[in-house]
């Protein structure tokens, strides 16, 4: 799937002043990354179960 064509939304952990501005977008295969501010440098995609295992951690306060 095309990154433009994904539903990207704005990372509960962004905030609105424009720092740490990160969007993610979830498919059924991974769940992309990328910064708001450079969205013409890609993205970065993790498994699901990467993905979730990475924020329960972070919730976690461990990382």
Do not use: I
Not at 49 to 63: H, I, M, Q
């Amino acid at each position: 799937m095309a990154p433009h064509s994904l539903d990207w939304h704005k990372s509960s952990y962004s905030n609105e002043s424009g720092g740490a501005c990160v969007e993610v977008a979830e498919t059924p295969e991974a769940v992309l990354v990328r910064d708001t501010q450079h969205r013409d440098l890609g993205h970065l995609g993790f498994a699901p179960k990467a993905w979730a295992e990475f924020l329960t951690v972070l919730k976690a306060g461990r990382l």
